[in-house]
């Protein structure tokens, strides 16, 4: 699984913008599609991957679909806010 801070992965994101990402901009119920992007350079998982509401397949990779939204939701629900 891949082992970065809250604010790790925020700076990552805001790389090359003016203005960063807030924690609130990715850890909400609705994420915008610019920021989406952003997520997905970082994962390069394709962003059909974030988007299909079909339950994910066993993955052979490192990081499993089940796996990325469990870490939103832990911080999420973690106060990393």
Same mark, same amino acid.
């Given at each position: 699984?891949?082992? !970065?801070?809250?604010?790790? &992965?925020? +700076?990552?994101?805001?790389?090359?913008?003016? *203005?960063?990402? !807030?924690? @609130?901009?990715?850890?909400?119920?609705?994420?915008? !599609? +610019?920021?989406?992007?952003?997520?997905? *350079?970082?994962?390069?998982?394709?962003?059909?991957?974030?988007?299909?509401?079909?339950?994910? @397949? *066993?993955?052979?990779? !490192?990081?499993?679909?089940?796996? &990325?939204?469990?870490?939103?939701? &832990?911080?999420?629900?973690?106060? &990393?806010?």
């Amino acid at each position: 699984m891949y082992r !970065i801070s809250v604010e790790e &992965f925020l +700076q990552l994101i805001s790389r090359g913008l003016k *203005k960063p990402v !807030i924690a @609130e901009d990715v850890f909400s119920d609705e994420i915008k !599609i +610019q920021y989406l992007k952003r997520i997905d *350079k970082l994962f390069n998982k394709g962003l059909h991957y974030y988007l299909d509401p079909k339950a994910p @397949e *066993k993955s052979k990779g !490192i990081c499993s679909k089940a796996n &990325f939204i469990a870490v939103i939701y &832990f911080c999420n629900s973690n106060s &990393f806010l």
